[in-house]
């Protein structure tokens, strides 16, 4: 007997909003459309699943998101999914929707409640978008490179003002418990030290003797870039006046990182994985994420993803250390 082919999807963004949701959901509707396949966005994440807040989706009602920041489904954190009820409330949604499939847009948290559901007997696809890039099934997740954009943008202003002035900056960017938006971003703005939770931290070589190397070379700015996992940034400035007394000044770059327009990279991505998701869907593949491997789109069983951890590539330390000042080369 021929399997019955899908009739309804929902679509959900969860957990922190990313620059590229938009263009996800627009591709997870139009690919639908094109099979014949009915969209409901779910808002608010997994509570709008469970309140039963929806909106129907058609191809039109997608146009002219792909370029918008922040989600147009809205995102919220769930504690009453958290429990069995809520998740069970979840499932009366769906069946009284007729919602078949889910795909859920969103980091590990988002995954970890789509396999809940996925035990209840709701089929579900991943999609992976977080800025902070630390979905270990995946090497990219969609927003990381629009929010590293965003926070060159300001730290190149910034240092504008701060040279003028001859001071130290420490700028604290985003990323949970993991280096690699910091890092990125280090490379790219010239750092004098990047801080990042994968690395031990050593005040003494990692911080103050680079500033000081620099100012020996006749640098009379500093970059320090710390990723929020390392600690507060204010206690780092405080160590840099204990150090080697400068009085830094300290930007916390915050959430102005997760929003604004995404860039080509995350709205192609975006697009191609939201295509992938669909047709996983259409053709019987279910409980699965959908994740990259050296640019090519990879399906990965969600139980396994969710064990999978990503190293952070710490030959990309070696090459900022390369480009710093290092002490053997200074003159005696």
């Known amino acids: 007997m021929e399997e019955k082919m899908i009739q309804r999807i929902g679509v959900l963004t969860s957990g922190g909003d990313a620059p590229g949701m938009n263009a996800a959901v627009r591709a997870v509707v139009r690919t639908a459309h094109s099979l014949g396949i009915e969209c409901v966005g779910i808002r608010r994440g997994w509570q709008g699943l469970i309140n039963s807040d929806f909106v129907v989706l058609t191809a039109d009602s997608v146009s002219r998101i792909i370029s918008r920041g922040g989600t147009i489904l809205y995102t919220a954190r769930s504690e009453d999914f958290m429990t069995e009820k809520g998740r069970l409330k979840a499932v009366a949604t769906c069946k009284m929707l007729g919602i078949e499939a889910i795909v859920a847009i969103g980091g590990d948290g988002t995954f970890r409640g789509a396999l809940e559901l996925s035990r209840l007997g709701i089929p579900v696809v991943g999609i992976p978008a977080t800025i902070d890039n630390d979905i270990g099934c995946s090497n990219y997740t969609i927003g990381f490179d629009s929010a590293c954009n965003t926070a060159v943008e300001c730290i190149d202003k910034l240092r504008d003002t701060m040279q003028s002035h001859e001071r130290c900056s420490v700028v604290e960017v985003m ?158």
């Open 175 to 332: 990323g949970r418990n993991a280096g690699f938006l910091a890092l990125y971003v280090g490379i790219a703005v010239g750092a004098t030290a990047v801080l990042i939770p994968e690395r031990e931290l050593d005040i003494e070589n990692d911080l103050i003797k680079r500033i000081q190397n620099a100012r020996l070379a006749g640098h009379n700015h500093f970059m320090i870039i710390v990723a929020e996992g390392v600690g507060n940034a204010y206690d780092i400035a405080k160590a840099i006046k204990e150090g080697v007394g400068i009085d830094p000044r300290v930007t916390v770059l915050g959430h102005i990182q997760r929003g604004g327009s995404p860039n080509a990279r995350d709205r192609e991505t975006a697009t191609r994985m939201g295509y992938y998701a669909v047709n996983a869907l259409a053709q019987g593949r279910t409980n699965v994420i959908i994740g990259t491997k050296e640019g090519a789109i990879k399906e990965i069983p969600i139980e396994e993803a969710l064990q999978m951890k990503k190293a952070l590539q710490m030959d990309r330390y070696g090459i900022l250390e390369t480009m710093g000042v290092d002490n053997s080369k200074i003159r005696q």
